[in-house]
């Protein structure tokens, strides 16, 4: 028979094994793949293709980070599809809510590792800022501040996949509402609910609203400024679809 | 203390009443035997015990821990199996067994792992994603997963379902041999597998306890086990 000793305190272990695991997660089946191709793709082409990024003859990457946040809004919801649903459609659910991890650590484990996943897909995108460089002499700083506006824009999509997932079981409906409440908030920074929403709550308001974008929140960060508000803003969205997919998944 | 305590559970959904004031209790030793017709409750009070399903009023406790306020300590002395046996199956049988005993804390998970592989007949699709084995194997990985740290209790929800005679005769057998250390509940509508298994029998129906009795006054009812069962339940 088994061992039946538990360390009497398992500390992180528990914890470190539902990220490998989960992070391994992806890369079983080909979609990873598929999915980080078709990041990249997109990533460079809509930056060369679209936003003119050889063209205009400048060495930034903000033409590079001006489509992250439609990249995000669609993949991170691909990628975050998964996090409750499939355990639902398999019946583990069942055996994870069972075994002797809280549901906060399982869920945070699960947001970590999905986390990474974008993060790796963002990593394999950086030949973009080689080209750059070697083209030009661009300011690494503001780079690399780009590099991590964009990281945490894709956790805060990521917060809204982990909602859409927490209520469903199939990973086809939890994609389609993360994607399209993803969406909203990039259009809201375009300000093309401007007209309606100035009917609803007065011209005051918009402006207000507006600051939710996505984009809205990113700029900054494309251009070299590395401020508190946007970082709040990506941050409590991560962690309050972090902790609303939790409660769900904890009530249901 | 009996390691498994079941006071008042009573679960609702919406309108149906699916367990009502549901009580027993299960010492060491004890093997139970849960019988009754599909949708009597069965699962219900199971997942109730597990922690997986909350209940409306009434307590579960696992090994002295009320399994709502003390989940994490009363389930590290719980072994469960769902009905169905779910398992990650992209996962070979090997990575998912230590998963669970990573998930768990033990203190070697490796030779956890490989105890339970040998104990469970598992070794020869130890290398196999779980989504490629026959339905016996994976009640198997489902039954490894549930006693890889050697837990007190154990609930296993319709273990044998599905299988034939041959992988039914070897759960039992693996059943029986860990069964003297352990408070076990097996849900079951196969009304041979009591004689075979269980040291007690409780009947429930329509979310309530029918019958509560040991083997041998159970097996007394009648040589017609059927419909002793059919008129418990009726």
Same mark, same amino acid.
């Given at each position: 028979?088994?061992?039946?000793?538990?360390?009497?305190?398992?500390?992180?272990?528990?914890?470190?094994?539902? +990220?490998r695991?989960?992070?391994a997660?992806?890369?079983?089946?080909?979609?990873?793949?598929?999915?980080? #191709?078709?990041?990249?793709?997109?990533?460079?082409?809509?930056?060369?293709?679209?936003?003119?990024?050889?063209?205009?003859g400048?060495?930034?990457?903000?033409?590079?980070?001006?489509?992250?946040?439609?990249?995000?809004a669609?993949?991170?919801?691909?990628?975050? #599809?998964?996090?409750?649903?499939e355990?639902?459609?398999?019946?583990?659910?069942?055996?994870?809510?069972?075994?002797?991890i809280?549901?906060?650590?399982?869920?945070?484990?699960?947001?970590?590792?999905?986390?990474?996943?974008? #993060?790796?897909?963002?990593?394999?995108?950086?030949? +973009?800022?080689?080209?750059?460089?070697?083209?030009?002499?661009?300011?690494?700083?503001?780079?690399i501040?780009?590099y991590?506006?964009?990281?945490?824009?894709?956790?805060?999509?990521?917060?809204?996949?982990?909602?859409?997932?927490?209520?469903?079981?199939?990973q086809?409906?939890?994609?389609?509402?993360?994607?399209?409440?993803?969406?909203?908030?990039?259009?809201?920074?375009? =300000?093309?609910?401007?007209?309606?929403?100035? =009917?609803?709550?007065?011209?005051?308001?918009?402006?207000?609203?507006?600051?939710?974008?996505?984009?809205?929140?990113?700029?900054?960060?494309?251009l070299?400024?590395?401020?508190?508000?946007?970082?709040?803003?990506?941050?409590?969205?991560?962690?309050?679809?972090l902790?609303?997919s939790?409660?769900?998944?904890?009530?249901? | 203390?009996?390691?498994?305590?079941?006071?008042?559970l009573?679960? &609702?959904?919406?309108?149906?009443?699916?367990?009502?004031?549901?009580? *027993?209790?299960?010492?060491?030793? $004890?093997?139970?035997?849960?019988?009754?017709?599909?949708?009597?409750?069965? &699962?219900?009070?199971?997942?109730m015990?597990?922690?997986?399903?909350?209940?409306?009023?009434?307590?579960?406790?696992?090994?002295? *821990?009320?399994?709502?306020?003390?989940?994490?300590?009363?389930?590290?002395?719980?072994?469960?199996?769902?009905?169905?046996?779910?398992?990650?199956?992209?996962?070979?049988?090997? $990575?998912?067994?230590?998963?669970?005993?990573?998930?768990?804390?033990?203190?070697?998970?490796?030779?956890?792992?490989?105890?339970t592989?040998?104990?469970?007949?598992?070794?020869?699709?130890?290398?196999?994603?779980?989504?490629? !084995? &026959?339905?016996?194997?994976?009640?198997?990985?489902?039954?490894?997963?549930?006693?890889?740290?050697?837990?007190?209790?154990?609930?296993l929800?319709?273990?044998?379902?599905?299988?034939?005679?041959?992988?039914?005769? $070897?759960?039992?057998?693996?059943?029986?041999?860990?069964?003297?250390?352990?408070?076990?509940?097996?849900?079951?509508?196969?009304?041979e $597998?009591?004689?075979?298994?269980?040291?007690?029998?409780?009947v429930?129906?329509?979310?309530?306890?029918?019958?509560d009795?040991?083997r041998?006054?159970?097996?007394a009812?009648?040589?017609? !086990?059927?419909?002793?069962?059919?008129?418990?339940?009726?």
């Amino acid at each position: 028979m088994s061992s039946s000793e538990k360390s009497p305190s398992p500390g992180l272990k528990p914890f470190t094994a539902m +990220v490998r695991r989960e992070f391994a997660g992806y890369f079983r089946t080909p979609l990873a793949y598929v999915f980080l #191709a078709v990041f990249n793709a997109f990533a460079v082409s809509l930056a060369f293709f679209v936003g003119g990024l050889y063209e205009s003859g400048i060495a930034s990457l903000d033409r590079f980070f001006l489509y992250h946040p439609w990249l995000w809004a669609f993949l991170a919801p691909a990628a975050g #599809a998964r996090l409750w649903a499939e355990e639902r459609r398999q019946g583990t659910i069942e055996l994870l809510l069972t075994w002797p991890i809280t549901v906060w650590q399982a869920a945070l484990g699960k947001f970590l590792a999905a986390w990474l996943f974008l #993060a790796c897909a963002l990593l394999m995108t950086v030949p +973009v800022a080689l080209t750059v460089g070697w083209l030009g002499d661009p300011d690494w700083g503001v780079i690399i501040a780009g590099y991590t506006g964009s990281l945490l824009c894709a956790g805060a999509c990521l917060g809204i996949a982990a909602i859409a997932s927490a209520l469903t079981r199939s990973q086809v409906i939890a994609f389609v509402t993360g994607f399209l409440a993803c969406f909203i908030l990039v259009l809201v920074g375009y =300000g093309v609910f401007d007209e309606l929403l100035a =009917g609803l709550i007065g011209s005051a308001g918009v402006d207000e609203i507006r600051r939710l974008g996505l984009w809205r929140n990113l700029e900054p960060f494309t251009l070299g400024l590395v401020d508190v508000r946007p970082i709040a803003y990506f941050l409590s969205v991560a962690f309050a679809g972090l902790g609303l997919s939790t409660i769900i998944v904890e009530r249901r | 203390m009996p390691l498994i305590e079941a006071k008042n559970l009573s679960k &609702s959904y919406g309108a149906i009443r699916a367990v009502h004031a549901v009580s *027993f209790t299960v010492d060491r030793g $004890e093997v139970v035997g849960f019988l009754g017709p599909n949708g009597a409750g069965k &699962s219900t009070t199971m997942k109730m015990l597990t922690g997986h399903l909350r209940a409306d009023e009434g307590v579960a406790v696992i090994a002295g *821990f009320d399994v709502a306020d003390q989940a994490v300590q009363a389930k590290q002395h719980l072994g469960y199996s769902p009905e169905g046996a779910p398992a990650y199956g992209e996962m070979t049988v090997r $990575e998912f067994l230590r998963f669970a005993a990573d998930l768990r804390g033990l203190t070697d998970p490796a030779e956890s792992v490989r105890k339970t592989l040998e104990l469970c007949r598992l070794n020869e699709v130890a290398a196999q994603t779980i989504d490629t !084995l &026959s339905k016996g194997y994976r009640m198997r990985v489902g039954f490894a997963q549930a006693v890889i740290h050697d837990p007190e209790v154990l609930i296993l929800d319709e273990p044998t379902d599905g299988l034939d005679p041959n992988q039914k005769f $070897e759960v039992r057998r693996i059943l029986k041999e860990m069964a003297a250390r352990k408070a076990v509940i097996v849900s079951t509508h196969i009304l041979e $597998e009591v004689g075979e298994l269980c040291t007690r029998v409780i009947v429930i129906a329509k979310g309530e306890v029918r019958c509560d009795e040991s083997r041998d006054k159970f097996l007394a009812r009648g040589t017609d !086990l059927n419909a002793v069962f059919r008129q418990l339940t009726a």
